[in-house]
């Protein structure tokens, strides 16, 4: 079954250094997606980064990176030159690419707090 | 209107009472879901709907009735609910295929309806 874990319930940063958030999965299916999403106080979830189960390289999306290591199934989040407007709930999610139902599971969530 | 627009954003209802939850896409997105947000746990995937079909119904009680009357809209109707159903309800969708697999396809959110039994 699928399973994401996020073991930091809180982190704090300075402003303009960069942080590390840590994101485990465990799933049998051998094609999955593995995303992270922003949600501020308002509540929306942000859509942030993805990462292909076959993808070669990490991504990066402008500030975030992600570190995926496929043979310890992370996929960690890396934000670089933290502002204040990062201060938020962050959470990693996978899913399946051959699931029959799309789901879409998501960790406990990291709240990040950069210190000005 | 663009995005995932869902309404009301606050609700505060008496366990007898009937309301419905109300989310729109205007992505020309096909797949819908239903999420739960409680304190301190994880989003718990309630209902996925593709094509306007039911794809998942996640152990969720009887007393959470989902509608999907076409790919842009979808309802959560309420009913004698539980203090525990307190939480804040999030709607999002996805562009998908019909068959053969779901892809890992950007799930589109709504800002959520913060929803209080008392």
């Known amino acids: 079954a699928q399973k994401i874990t996020q073991t930091q319930p809180g982190m704090f940063v300075q402003e303009k250094e960069a942080v590390t958030l840590d994101c485990t999965y465990d799933?049998?299916?051998?094609?999955?997606?593995l995303f992270w999403y922003k949600q501020p106080s308002s509540g929306e979830m942000i859509f942030l980064i993805y990462?292909?189960?076959?993808?070669?390289q990490n991504a990066t999306e402008g500030r975030y990176s992600l570190n995926f290591q496929k043979a310890r199934k992370s996929a960690n989040l890396v934000i670089s030159a933290s502002q204040l407007g990062d201060s938020a709930m962050y959470f990693c999610?996978?899913?399946?690419?051959?699931?029959?139902?799309?789901?879409?599971?998501f960790g406990q969530g990291t709240t990040l707090q950069v210190k000005p | 209107e663009t995005g995932v627009t869902q309404t009301p954003r606050h609700l505060v209802m008496g366990m007898t009472n009937k309301k419905s939850l109300k989310c729109e896409q205007h992505?020309?997105?096909?797949?819908m879901y239903w999420y739960k947000q409680s304190a301190k746990k994880p989003l718990e995937l309630m209902f996925v709907?593709?094509?306007?079909?039911?794809?998942e119904n996640n152990s969720v009680p009887s007393r959470f009735s989902p509608e999907c009357p076409n790919s842009s809209h979808l309802f959560l109707h309420l009913h004698t609910l539980q203090p525990e159903d307190s939480a804040l309800y999030l709607c999002?969708?996805?562009?998908?295929?019909?068959?053969?697999?779901?892809?890992?396809?950007?799930?589109?959110f709504g800002a959520g309806s913060r929803l209080t039994v008392l």
């Open positions: 999002a969708s996805s562009q998908e295929v019909r068959t053969g697999g779901f892809g890992a396809n950007v799930l589109t």
């Open positions: 799933t049998s299916d051998p094609s999955y997606g």
């Open positions: 990462q292909g189960s076959y993808d070669q």
């Open positions: 999610a996978m899913r399946e690419v051959w699931s029959n139902t799309g789901k879409l599971i």
């Open positions: 992505l020309g997105h096909n797949a």
């Open positions: 709907y593709n094509f306007k079909e039911q794809t």
